[in-house]
């Protein structure tokens, strides 16, 4: 019983912190946390409370042949 309640006190006060670790990433790569993706971004991480991080994609200059 011991053991149960350790391992329930552990997983219970790690989650927050493990949650707010895939916010910080999302925001140090630039991306925004949303329920949704739009057409021109792409999903590069994940975020918490099932959003995705989205980030904008750059569309590819011409590549001009003189």
């Given at each position: 019983m011991?053991?149960?309640?350790f391992?329930?006190?552990?997983f219970?006060f790690?989650?927050?912190?493990?949650?707010?670790v895939?916010?910080?990433r999302?925001?140090r790569?630039?991306?925004?946390?949303?329920?949704?993706?739009?057409?021109?971004e792409?999903?590069i991480?994940?975020?918490?409370k099932?959003l995705k991080c989205?980030?904008t994609?750059?569309?590819?200059g011409?590549?001009?042949?003189?």
């Open positions: 011991r053991k149960f309640l391992l329930f006190a552990v219970f790690l989650t927050p912190a493990k949650n707010a895939f916010d910080e999302c925001h790569l630039k991306g925004t946390c949303v329920g949704y993706c739009k057409k021109n792409e999903i991480a994940l975020c918490q099932s989205c980030l994609i750059q569309p590819c011409k590549i001009r042949e003189d």
